[in-house]
Each structure stands twice: as structure tokens, then as C-alpha cells.
């Protein structure tokens, strides 16, 4: 190696890359992830004395109704989330939950049982990622990812509706090309394309050693409904199934303001997968009597979702955050993506934007989200087991049924399947609650008294 | 009775009391939805410390020390308040202290709006 490569390679490794008063951030994807970053990124600033711009680009536009503002997602924001996101000043306008969830109605093939939040209180939001499916142009609500880019506007953060083309590494920072917008050098480009292949490209060809993250296809469906129907029928419980069907690990139907999300986790779900679900008789006992469910369906779509977070989703100058990083599994990506935007933000502003910062300060959160993700593997593992055996779903029905008399922290076994369901706690904390021996002996001893009736 | 909400959290009404001055708490209130005003009881009388509005939190100090509510907070008209759990919001600093920062500058503002208080 000669003098001058080895010397090179030694400016690059120390160099000081940091944000500095005047520095340019350039998020492409205004997501929640892309909305989390810059958001608490111009926060984190303001409280150290810095000037920065941050411009997000963002070809879709989230006011408008259907595919162009959709976002392909169940529309959850979780228990833990909404505490946060309150703690930290957003608190969710009316126009924006399209319903608030009080309770979840799990449904087993023995049967089915409500479950109340926690306090008595409204503490899941369901919403729309976009304005909803076509038709809702003239409706008064507002999009999720709408609201957040408001935020963002507020705070001084420039939007730029523009899809961008290239990312061009030089040696004082990176040029976004966009189309129909002139090129711009930033200090910081911040990814937030979601699982968009094109976009994770542009990543992957400044970034070679990016791997991106594995996925699975998932199924997620609107059902058009009357509010009263919706009222009656769902109310403002999340109904969440664990029927013993191929591919399906876990179905959901969550009431919003006159649509039913339906969404279907599992392994390569398809149209044969879905008719099995919507034809099981748990399912169509949710819906009015004799309506043919396919009839009520307003658009579908069969999005891919996160199940092995990206490799080297960093390098000088560059970050990825939301799904584009890592995901949590199955359950509420959009509390990911703040936990993600916001490592990434105060890494970015207290600590620097080279790679190494990033590796040492980011990366062990995106670390602790796949651990985290690996023992949920285990406990879908475990869900999928009781899935498939009629008397251990009698034996949980059972259980449930029992922890509803009691109070609160009694309400073990139910804690634990709220949480597993609503994504509110990390997997750790649930498998922790389930190593309880008193949830298993109560568990046991209510199906061994289903063997007997 | 149900009651389809677009906001979260617990719906008091007009009067209604949340904390009681003088009890144990545990938790944390973010307002989501109306006004709340925060009332000092002493010797059968009251006065009224505050009056609160959206995204403003009330019961802070019950995070910090064991001590009971110093202050009563009733519902003005109609309020929508969500509670945060001291437990999970510990659990979630430790993971990510910046959270405890808007939480530091609010009660550093209430400080120092009582010190301009007690200079007039």
C-alpha cells in the first residue's frame, strides 16, 4: 500500500464529519420515518444553538385519496407510541384517528373474548397513512404521514414534492438529482424510502456494502361499511384472529371511520390465503348477517413487509432509517421508525455523520430491534403451535375468560396477548411476562379443565 | 354506554375531577383534547394556579418524588386527557433519555414563570 493511499485512508477514518451551523440534510421519503428524523433532527439542533436546513423529498402526496397518497399499511399507532409521541408534544388531532381503540376482540375457532385497555382509555389510534381509499377526496379527516409532514412544515423544514433520479458521492458531500428540481449538494443524505426497491437502489449504488432488508408479502384490504354498521358490528375494538389456517399467523380487522382494514401476516400470502380467511365463519361472524364480504371490498393490495433488518445501513454522509433499516416484526413499524429516526437524529446532531458514528451510535439500536425481532420469531413460534391445537385454544380462551373478573395486573396471560398483538411492548418484555410460572400454571389449569368438559 | 371517538384517551366532563390534591399518583396526563384548570386547596378555600390546554402534561412531579398530588386538576368543559404510565415512560427514557428533554423544558418554564410570579 503506498504512502499516500494509506494516508488518505487515515484522513477518511478521522476526518471530523459532523453537522455544523449552515449544514444541508437532504431526507428522501416523508414517511413517518423520513417526518420522525426531521423533526426531531431540527429539535436537537435548536437545543445545541445550530442553524440547519432540511429539505424532505417526497413524490406522493398525502392529501390525495387512493393510490397516490397510500401508503400500504394496517394504520396502527400503538399504546406505546401515542404515550411517546405525547410526551413529546404531538398529540394526534381528531381529523387524523380515524378511531380510537379502547379494547381488542380476540377470535379463536372455540370462541371468541374481549379484552379492555388498560385505565379504561381510547390509547390505540387507527388511521390512514393517506387520505384512504379513492372516494375519501372530500371526507374531514387528514392523512397520518399528512399531519406529520404539517409538523415538519412548521418547524421550518422544507418539502419538496420530486421524485429523486440519483445520489452522487463527492468529496465534500452528496448531490441529489431529482427530476424537474435543480440539483443540490447536501451534507447528510438521510433514506427513508421504505422497502421501494428503485429507491434502495440509489442507496445501494453509493453504498455497496448496503445489503437490504429481507421481506415477506403480506395482504391488506379495505371494506367499505356504513359508520352505524361499523358502530355495531366492531365498535372500537380491534378484532384479532388465531385460526388454525395455512400461511396465516395472525389476521386482524381494525375499525376505522366507515372502513374495516383487514390485514393478514404470515408467509407469502396470496389470493388463495385470503379467501381462506375470509371464508372461515370467525371471520364472517364480524360482518352483518348474509353480506357477501367481497362485495364490500374497496381496494386491496399485497405490500411487503420487513422481516430481517438491512446490513450496513450506513456510511459517511448516508443513513437509513424506518423499514429501509429495520423493522419490528409483524407489529406497529411506525413505532420502528420513530425508534430508528430519532437514533439516527441524535446521532447525526450530537454525535457526527461519518460512518463510524453512525456505527457506534445507531446502529446498536438498530441491533437491539432484531434481537428483539428474533425472540418475537420465537414467540409467533409459540402462538403458531397454539394455533394449530384445538384444546390449547380452548385452554386460552378459558384463560382469558378468567383474567377478565380480575384486576388489572392480575390480567396476565391477557397483558401479554395485548401486547403481542397491539406491538405496545418489545418481545423481550412479553417473553419475560410468559417465563411467569403463574401465567403457565394458569394457562395449564385451564386446559386441563377443558379436558374435562 | 359506547362512544365512537376520534380521540384518545379518558373523556372527562365539565367539573370533573382527575387528581385528587392530597392522594397518591403514579402517572403522568397529556391533554389531547380541551382545558383543564389546576386548583390549590387550603383551609376550605381555593385558588387557581393554571389553566392548561392541548399537549400540555399535568402530574410531572409524581415522576420525580414519592410525595401526593399537591394540587387538585379539574376538566373546563369538556377534556380529553391520556395518561402515561410512569412505568413504561422510565422504561423508555432508559432506552432513550431525549424523551425527558421537552419534559425538562416545560417543568424549567414553570419554574421560572413561578419565580416571576413571586417577583410581582
Not at chain 1, 371526507?139 to 440519483?166: M, P, T
Not at chain 1, 388465531?242 to 383487514?262: D, E, Q, W
Amino acid at each position: 500500500m503506498g504512502d499516500n493511499t494509506f494516508a488518505k485512508l487515515v484522513n477518511a477514518s478521522t476526518r471530523n464529519l459532523e453537522i455544523t451551523d449552515g449544514s444541508n440534510i437532504a431526507v428522501i421519503g416523508g414517511g413517518p420515518a423520513g417526518s420522525f428524523f426531521s423533526y426531531f433532527a431540527i429539535d436537537f439542533a435548536r437545543i445545541i444553538d445550530l442553524n440547519i436546513n432540511i429539505d424532505i423529498i417526497e413524490p406522493k402526496y398525502f392529501d390525495k385519496a387512493g393510490p397516490t397518497g397510500c401508503n400500504h399499511c394496517g394504520g396502527i399507532i400503538s399504546e406505546t407510541l401515542v404515550q411517546n409521541l405525547s410526551a413529546e408534544g404531538i398529540v394526534l388531532p381528531s381529523r387524523v384517528i380515524r378511531r380510537g381503540i379502547e379494547s381488542y376482540t380476540i377470535h379463536l375457532e372455540t370462541g371468541s373474548a374481549v379484552i379492555e385497555t388498560p385505565l379504561n382509555e381510547q390509547r390505540i389510534a387507527s388511521v390512514f397513512r393517506g387520505l384512504g381509499p379513492k372516494g375519501e377526496e372530500n371526507s374531514n379527516f387528514e392523512s397520518f404521514d399528512g399531519y406529520l409532514l404539517s409538523l415538519c412544515k412548521e418547524k421550518g423544514i422544507n418539502l419538496i414534492n420530486a421524485r429523486v433520479k440519483e445520489l452522487e458521492r463527492h468529496e465534500d458531500g452528496i448531490v441529489v438529482k431529482c427530476t424537474g428540481v435543480p440539483d443540490k449538494k447536501y451534507d447528510l443524505v438521510v433514506g427513508s424510502v421504505g422497502l421501494n426497491p428503485g429507491a434502495l437502489s440509489l442507496f445501494k449504488n453509493i453504498n455497496p456494502s448496503y445489503i437490504i432488508p429481507k421481506t415477506t408479502k403480506t395482504h391488506i384490504c379495505e371494506f367499505y361499511m356504513a359508520d352505524t354498521d361499523i358502530d355495531k358490528y366492531f365498535g372500537n375494538s380491534m378484532h384479532v384472529f388465531l385460526l388454525n389456517l395455512p400461511n396465516i399467523k395472525f389476521g386482524a380487522l381494525i375499525p376505522k371511520s366507515n372502513y374495516v382494514t383487514m390485514v393478514l401476516l404470515g408467509d407469502q400470502i396470496d389470493s388463495k390465503v385470503v379467501d381462506s380467511f375470509l371464508g372461515s365463519k370467525e371471520v364472517k361472524g364480524c360482518f352483518p348477517k348474509n353480506v357477501e364480504l367481497k362485495t364490500l371490498m374497496h381496494c386491496h393490495c399485497f405490500p411487503a413487509i420487513n422481516i430481517e433488518g438491512a446490513k450496513s445501513a450506513y456510511d459517511d454522509r448516508i443513513i437509513l432509517i424506518g423499514d429501509s433499516a429495520t423493522s419490528k416484526l409483524y407489529k406497529n413499524g411506525i413505532g420502528a421508525a420513530y425508534i430508528t429516526s430519532k437514533a439516527a437524529a441524535r446521532t447525526a446532531i450530537f454525535q457526527g455523520i461519518s460512518k463510524n458514528d453512525f456505527q457506534n451510535h445507531y446502529q446498536k439500536i438498530c441491533k437491539k430491534l432484531e434481537t428483539d425481532n428474533n425472540i418475537g420469531k420465537f414467540i409467533f413460534g409459540v402462538t403458531s403451535f397454539i394455533q394449530k391445537s384445538e384444546l390449547l385454544k380452548k385452554g386460552l380462551h378459558a384463560t382469558i375468560l378468567d383474567e377478565q373478573n380480575k384486576i388489572n395486573d392480575k390480567r396476565r396471560l391477557s397483558s401479554i396477548l395485548w401486547d403481542t398483538f397491539t406491538g405496545s411492548a418489545p418481545y423481550s418484555s412479553i417473553l419475560q411476562r410468559g417465563l411467569d410460572p403463574r401465567v403457565g400454571a394458569s394457562f395449564i389449569w385451564n386446559t386441563i379443565k377443558q379436558t374435562f368438559t | 354506554m359506547f362512544r365512537r371517538n376520534n380521540t384518545l384517551g379518558h373523556l372527562y366532563k365539565d367539573g370533573e375531577i382527575i387528581i385528587k390534591q392530597g392522594t397518591p399518583g403514579n402517572c403522568l396526563y397529556v391533554i389531547q383534547k380541551g382545558t383543564v384548570e389546576v386548583i390549590k386547596e387550603n383551609d376550605g378555600g381555593e385558588i387557581k394556579v393554571a389553566e392548561l390546554n392541548e399537549k400540555d402534561f399535568f402530574g410531572e412531579m409524581a415522576l420525580f418524588e414519592k410525595d401526593l398530588r399537591s394540587c387538585t386538576v379539574k376538566a373546563k368543559g369538556n377534556a380529553t386527557v391520556l395518561t402515561l404510565d410512569k412505568r413504561s415512560l422510565y422504561k423508555t427514557i432508559q432506552n432513550d433519555p431525549s424523551l425527558a428533554f421537552r419534559l425538562l423544558e416545560k417543568m424549567s418554564n414553570r419554574l421560572r414563570e413561578t419565580d416571576q410570579k413571586l417577583a410581582y
